[in-house]
């Protein structure tokens, strides 16, 4: 049986990122939108109005929290209190997976803010398994890590950052954020084939999947969540599908975030993607089935 059989992850169609300019909105109109990720770090307060707006939006649509911080291939100590802030957020919310990214995020209580690449060999595997182990006991629902974007390689990895996330998800048991987008990016940035590593993703690990716009900034390609999502990322996006069945799709627009019609419209783009690709009746009811 697959990952996502094993778990019953539900397939919860094309959501968003629920971002500042738009919670108004979503939490007055309720506008249709078949469900919306979270920054978990952003609602981990006790209280205050980011916990208000958060019932709410627990209320009416599916919300799956998605972390920035965790630092899974870091090397300080995981935090407790992050997990179990983590952990209540997942609870509250009834958030049926939780994901973070692939990465590091800094050193000696430093944090740089941003998603650093790691060396792909052996020694890191086993950190990065031994630490994923340790937050899905934690947490006790699955974890998915996604695939960053990179801009630098290290001359310590002896294996490509596929194979590296397959054998991470097949012995420590989790599953995968698959964000085409990224490896669009990273593709063209380090020069590997991008439907090759789509290809070489364990298919029923995969338990998201991301599309975003990126810049193209002459010599290398920049994840940038600020714009459409190209068509090159489109078709990459049919690929992974034709692969991976029925998976729920976020788009991410976090720069120059553009008006709800546009947005929404953007999620409608790849919902006509996914209904050629898998049919029209593949999503599940999003929240009455599984809820
Ligand atoms: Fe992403």
């Known amino acids: 049986m697959g990952y996502r059989q094993r778990h019953a992850i539900p397939d919860l169609g094309v959501g968003v990122g629920l971002r500042t300019p738009h919670v108004a909105h979503v939490l007055r109109d309720g506008p249709p939108m078949d469900w919306f990720e979270i920054i978990s770090e952003n609602y981990f307060a006790d209280g205050g109005i980011q916990r208000a707006n958060l ?34 957020l997942v609870s509250r919310v009834r958030a049926p997976w939780c994901s973070d990214h692939l990465c590091w995020t800094g050193s000696g209580k430093v944090d740089v803010h941003d998603l650093l690449p790691l060396p792909y060999n052996p020694e890191t595997l086993s950190h990065v398994i031994d630490r994923v182990r340790r937050v899905q006991d934690e947490l006790q629902v699955p974890f998915a890590l996604e695939n960053a974007s990179s801009y630098m390689e290290f001359e310590a990895s002896t294996m490509p950052e596929h194979e590296f996330l397959a054998e991470l998800s097949e012995r420590a ?119």
């Open 55 to 88: 019932e709410r939006a627990a209320a009416a649509y599916r919300l799956i929290p998605h972390g920035v911080s965790l630092s899974i291939g870091g090397t300080d100590p995981i935090d407790p209190g992050y997990l179990a802030r983590l952990r209540a």
């Open 173 to 291: 048991d989790c599953g995968i954020l698959l964000d085409v987008n990224n490896v669009f990016v990273s593709a063209y940035n380090h020069g590997f084939d991008a439907e090759a590593y789509v290809d070489a993703i364990p298919a029923d690990r995969v338990l998201q999947i991301h599309l975003a716009g990126h810049t193209h900034k002459g010599l290398y390609l920049l994840d940038t969540h600020s714009d459409h999502v190209r068509p090159e990322v489109l078709d990459l996006y049919r690929r992974a599908l034709r692969r991976c069945g029925s998976v729920s799709t976020l788009v991410e627009w976090d720069e120059s975030i553009p008006s709800w019609d546009v947005l929404s419209g953007e999620a409608a783009v790849a919902r006509s993607v996914r209904d050629e690709v898998l049919g029209a009746t593949s999503k599940e009811a999003a929240w009455g089935a599984s809820a």
